[in-house]
């Protein structure tokens, strides 16, 4: 699937949840509170990531890493639609910028770090 139906795909789930977000709580998430549980899930992601290093301990490691992973590129996806972002050219270009620090650096140059 390429990333404009996953896109879609995490749009069309979101839409889902805030018909929930509004019967439950009377409005939908925020932005910020997306963000919120975009950094909870990346939280969770860093516990597994510390299992596969060898320093904590949770069973089916590799199945919950793989939905934390989904998880964070579902608030991705969202937060990119949200702001107006078209992720997959936002991420070609970053690409192609990291390329060119790289080429850069592989010449013995500098590269430029301007993050």
């Not at 977000?21 to 990346?42: A, P, R, S």
């Not at 936002?90 to 430029?112: C, H, Q, V, W």
Request: charged share 35%.
């Amino acid at each position: 699937m390429e990333l404009k139906n996953l896109s879609k795909r995490a749009v069309e789930i979101k839409k889902r949840y805030s018909k929930i977000e509004l019967d439950k709580f009377g409005k939908e998430w925020t932005n910020t509170q997306i963000m919120q549980g975009f950094v909870g899930d990346v939280g969770d992601l860093m516990k597994l990531i510390m299992v596969k290093e060898g320093i904590r301990e949770i069973e089916d490691v590799d199945n919950k890493i793989a939905h934390e992973l989904a998880d964070c590129l579902f608030s991705i996806l969202v937060l990119a639609q949200r702001f107006n972002i078209d992720i997959e050219q936002a991420f070609i270009k970053t690409m192609n910028e990291l390329d060119e620090r790289l080429k850069k650096y592989k010449r013995g140059l500098s590269p430029k770090n301007d993050d």
